[in-house]
Structure formats: C-alpha cells, structure tokens
C-alpha cells in the first residue's frame, strides 16, 4: 500500500486533480482510497456524481462509540472508496480536528485491512500547514507528499510554505516531498515560476496539467472529467501523471 498526501492552496484545483489521478490510477487496476482532509468535505463529489459523503466528523458527533467503517465510507466511480474527514461550524472549533479524528477513526476501525487499497489519496487543504493540516504529512500515514500550485503569486507562496513544512519534518522519518505539480493558469512565466520553486527545495515539476475547459464541463456533470471524456487530450494527461506520480512512490507501471 502506497499513502500519498496531495496539498495546496484553496481554489488551485487540487481536489479536481486528486479525484481524476483516482479515477485514473483505478483504470491501472488499482484500488484506491480517497480521503478528502478538508472540512468543507466536497474532495469526493465527483466521484460520487455530486453524492456529499457523509463527514467522520459529524458521524463521530452523533455516533461517539457506536461509530462504523460503513458509516464512514461510499464506494464511488470505477470502485474508488470516498472519505471525507470533515470539520466544525465554521467559525466554532478546531478544522483540523476533522482530520486527526477522521485518520484515528479509519485506523482503529480497520479500514486499510477491511478495504485493502492499493493507493491510498489525501487531499488536504493547503493554505494552512499546522495542527490537523500537517496530520497525513506526520505519523505514519503518507509516504510522500505532492504539492499542487500554479504560477499565481499566492499559490506558489503557499506551495512554499507546504514545502518548508514537509522539510521540516524529513529528519523525523515522516513523508517525503515527492514534487510540484503544475496546474496552469495561463499567467506569465508561469513554467519558469514553478521550476524556480522546484529547484529552491530540490525537487522537480512531476506533472503539467492544462488550463481546459473540459475539465468545468465535467464537474457541471459532477463527474471527474476521466468519465465525461475519457478519450481526451486531458483525460490522458491525467493518467501521464497518475502513472508518474505512481512511479516515483516505487511502484512504476
């Protein structure tokens, strides 16, 4: 079993790009667990054609012990097993709470012996690295951590202050950082932008993703763009990085 973390700022697309790397590592014949790491609790939608997954968090609230893995999960497209660790009220509690809970909950219940997945998918919100945020890149549960960013100047600030987090956890045996993954935006200089910041933390861009209108027309069909067109040029450049991203965790297809 292979864990992967998949980090970055709010709005950059990270859940669209972790949902259809999903769906196109489970095309591998891969099984592949999601789990959404943010408290609005939407990583799996497109998945699940626009089914909200009900969130551990809210589960654990009303169930306490009587809480079970089938509570907690929903199989979605092409047999991908949906998490969502969910989070509080906004504006009462600790976000990050939802995804300490959510991690221990799949632990204790089994979940990993239970299901087996092959791959396992955190999307975590990135705009903050601390508490909860930081719990998949610490403790055992990833293995490598990819950071979504484009050329705008704030998502390649927050891409580095992920970065500088995932650096600074590498002498405690926790996740390594695997790469950048570009997600354009069309802004100016944008490749020269991100391979600036690979080289800063000696690492490189594992993947470009093109700005695609395709890719609002699958999630107006709140389905991953792999479904909708799975014989177009983005579908494929999903599955290029899904294979890379699967490669450079060790186990290359």
């Known amino acids: 079993m292979i864990r992967i973390a998949v980090y970055g700022k709010g709005g950059i697309g990270k859940s669209t790009t972790v949902s259809n790397v999903a769906a196109a590592l489970s095309e591998m014949g891969l099984k592949v667990m999601q789990i959404g790491c ?11 054609h ?9 589960l654990y609230n009303r169930k306490k012990q009587a809480l079970k893995l089938d509570d907690m999960i929903r199989i979605g497209y092409n047999g991908v097993i949906c998490v969502e660790a969910g989070g509080p009220t906004p504006g009462l509690g600790c976000a990050g709470r939802g995804i300490i809970t959510a991690l ?15 791959v396992v998918l955190y999307d975590v919100l ?5 508490g909860g945020f ?27 202050n992920i970065a500088m987090a995932v650096d600074n ?30 080289d800063d933390f000696q690492t490189t861009i594992v993947g470009t993703l093109s700005h ?16 909708c067109y799975p014989e177009s040029e983005m579908a494929e450049e999903y599955r290029v990085l899904a294979r890379q991203i699967y490669r450079i965790c060790g186990e290359g297809i």
């Open 38 to 48: 943010d408290p609005k609790a939407d990583s799996t939608i497109l998945l699940c």
């Open 50 to 58: 626009g089914e909200a997954v009900p969130a551990v968090l809210d």
């Open 104 to 118: 221990e909950k799949l632990k204790e219940l089994g979940a990993y012996d239970v299901y087996k997945p092959d």
């Open 126 to 130: 990135g705009d903050v690295v601390c």
């Open 134 to 160: 930081s719990m998949p890149m610490r403790g055992g549960y990833a293995d490598k951590v990819f950071i979504i960013t484009s050329g705008e100047n704030m998502a390649i600030h927050a891409a580095a």
């Open 169 to 198: 956890f590498k002498n405690r045996g926790y996740a390594e950082l695997g790469g950048f993954i570009l997600n354009r935006r069309d802004v100016p200089r944008e490749e020269e932008k991100v391979e600036e910041l690979a």
């Open 212 to 227: 695609s209108e395709q890719v609002i027309l699958a999630e107006e069909q709140k389905k991953t763009l792999l479904e």
